[in-house]
């Protein structure tokens, strides 16, 4: 107790001296490593701030290339959506044009077997395989052909339709994620340190596993832009085959109506020749049958005529057979009156004869004439259904309803039709 309420101990001048300095020494080094953190702190703000502000400057100037890009590539995705769409606009025109055309041979081609039909109808020898029959065939068969093209060229552009589509849909895809990337993009590129809206975000500095690298990115949308440019192309070659074929058909179709039509008139020429030929020979066949009947009935006249100058000579040669004796003397009367009994008698063999020959040759004429009317009839028939039924149905041949001024939507051209 009494060691615990000792006075405290008592220290030297030169002790209070060195403390003193001590003190002073220590303050001073603490000051000092005070000062350099204070000046170091100072520097590392500033560096860090400038660092701070050139890499947000960067950072901006990345944001502001990265929508430079994103835009021109939006861009180039419009202007080739905007070409697939035209193409595509096109085909679909054209795949109409294609259905009309389609649409408009059925009628030619009924026509064309419908004249084939009627030509069945022909009786007799005009039932000939003609150069008209032989051209109506290779019409039906040309036909037959365009529409077989053009369905397998309608069945192409149905197709290339679908891909435009296909290329269409992909460019969309890739232009509506470029237009949220740009949105977004913009906000990021509009944000300061004075926005309202900056916070910090829970690993912020993540990798989505879904996201891809800067060359993918670039492969995607340069791949939707060449398919598109593939498909416009063949869009392009497509429409261009289609307006050949369209034209090529049409002009085939119609050379070949006029050879047909021609085929139709030369052969009604020489019908008509030979009907009018056939009753030239009927006229002369009839008037020779009034020719033969007149002359059978003169014939007929003769041989009654000859009977008066026979019963005449008999009698004579009867009655003279009742002279009496010697008077009965077979003198030059009697020889004469013989010889004239037997030159009626050869006459009239020789009008009967030639009266035989005379029916003969008139039931000859009349066969003739029933044969000549019957080959005329066979003509007129063959003449009407190649006249009347056949080029009058080909003519008849509905013209494709289009505005005089409008662009051939498609089918034959008004110049086609037969």
């Not at 008698?345 to 039931?363: D, G, I, M, P, S």
Request: hydrophobic share 35%.
């Amino acid at each position: 107790m009494a060691k615990l309420l000792q006075p405290p101990p008592k220290f030297l001048p030169s002790e209070w001296h060195i403390a003193n300095k001590n003190q002073y020494h220590r303050a001073e080094a603490q000051r000092s490593r005070s000062e350099r953190l204070v000046a170091e702190s100072q520097r590392l703000v500033d560096e860090i701030e400038k660092t701070t502000r050139k890499s947000q400057s960067d950072v901006n100037k990345k944001l502001e290339q990265r929508l430079e890009e994103v835009r021109f590539w939006k861009k180039e995705l419009d202007d080739k959506l905007e070409q697939l769409i035209y193409a595509t606009e096109d085909l679909l025109t054209y795949r109409t044009r294609l259905e009309n055309a389609l649409e408009s041979f059925k009628e030619p081609l009924r026509i064309t077997q419908l004249c084939l039909e009627y030509r069945e109808k022909r009786v007799g020898i005009d039932l000939v395989h003609d150069e008209v029959e032989q051209e109506l065939i290779k019409e039906a068969e040309i036909i037959r052909a365009v529409m077989a093209l053009l369905t397998r060229t309608l069945e192409e552009t149905s197709e290339q339709i679908r891909l435009n589509r296909s290329a269409k849909y992909n460019l969309e895809k890739d232009l509506k994620d470029k237009f949220v990337a740009l949105t977004i993009d913009d906000v990021c590129f509009s944000l300061n340190n004075n926005s309202p809206d900056i916070r910090y975000s829970e690993n912020a500095v993540r990798v989505e596993p879904n996201s891809v690298s800067l060359e993918d990115w670039l492969d995607f949308s340069n791949t939707n832009v060449e398919k598109a440019d593939k498909q416009r192309n063949n869009s392009l070659a497509l429409k261009a085959l289609v307006d050949r074929i369209l034209t090529q058909t049409a002009n085939d179709l119609r050379k070949q109506c006029e050879v047909v039509d021609t085929a139709f008139k030369n052969g009604l020429e020489e019908t008509k020749a030979a009907r009018d030929k056939l009753a030239t020979h009927l006229a002369k066949v009839m008037e020779e049958v009034a020719s033969q009947e007149k002359n059978v009935t003169v014939l007929e006249k003769a041989i009654l005529d000859q009977e008066g100058p026979a019963k005449v000579a008999h009698t004579r040669l009867e009655t003279r057979t009742y002279r009496p004796n010697v008077e009965l003397c077979r003198d030059t009367v009697q020889y004469r009156l013989i010889r004239e009994v037997n030159d009626i008698t050869h006459n009239v063999a020789r009008l009967k004869e030639t009266l035989a020959q005379a029916h003969v040759e008139l039931k000859g004429l009349n066969c003739r004439q029933l044969a000549l009317q019957e080959e005329i009839q066979v003509k007129e028939n063959t003449i009407y259904i190649d006249e009347v039924l056949c080029m009058h149905m080909r003519r008849s041949i509905p013209p494709w309803d289009r505005d005089e001024h409008a662009e051939w939507a498609g089918g034959l051209r008004p110049d086609a039709v037969c």
